[in-house]
């Protein structure tokens, strides 16, 4: 094949993959019922003057289903972290209890569930997007370039579709997954 047409199909390749990284990144901050250190991944602290993530400056652990644990590295962060997470606007309540701060996560009410359900399948939506931004990329360099054949050309177009497809596809799964995680009481 020639270097041109491998160029371009790696590239789409590459612009697909990022899409699908995208779209599992942000579906790790929608929430399902059970409760998750990823929860908190979103958390700015201010650690001396910068922002820093709240994993670098406090353990977060998850005891059980309904309850996330904070432990600071330095109590003198309590405050910051507890700020951090009311900032974060992610609707829950820190309790402070002098040593670590505790999250109780509450059960997502049905009517919370559609709504989350509802932001997955926008996110799975623009990841397609993103998906088919790629193919028509791919498909427009392909035919810019003219020291390719006609048949090199449908072919690495054919190969681009079925690329787009198999991508399409597996923005369907991972979304019909994520759809059974929110919508499981």
Do not use: C
């Not at 599992?24 to 820093?52: C, F, H, W």
């Not at 059980?64 to 972290?81: A, F």
Request: proline share 4%; hydrophobic share 35%.
């Amino acid at each position: 094949m020639n270097e041109d047409l491998q160029f371009i199909l790696d590239t789409a390749k590459e612009a697909m993959d990022a899409a699908l990284k995208h779209l599992e990144k942000q579906l790790v901050n929608i929430r399902a019922g059970k409760a998750s250190p990823s929860m908190l991944g979103s958390v700015m602290v201010d650690y001396y003057g910068s922002q820093t993530p709240l994993n670098q400056v406090a353990n977060v652990n998850t005891p059980d289903g309904r309850t996330i644990t904070v432990q600071p590295w330095e109590k003198s962060m309590l405050q910051e972290i507890e700020r951090g997470i009311m900032v974060a606007n992610l609707g829950f309540n820190p309790m402070n209890n002098g040593e670590s701060i505790i999250i109780n996560v509450p059960p997502l009410t049905e009517e919370r569930r559609k709504i989350l359900a509802k932001q997955a399948k926008s996110e799975a939506e623009d990841a397609k997007v993103g998906v088919r931004n790629a193919r028509k990329e791919a498909n427009n360099d392909i035919k810019k370039l003219d020291d390719v054949s006609e048949d090199l050309q449908k072919n690495a177009e054919i190969d681009i579709q079925e690329m787009t497809d198999s991508y399409v596809n597996r923005i369907d799964e991972i979304f019909d997954n994520k759809e059974k995680e929110i919508m499981t009481v």
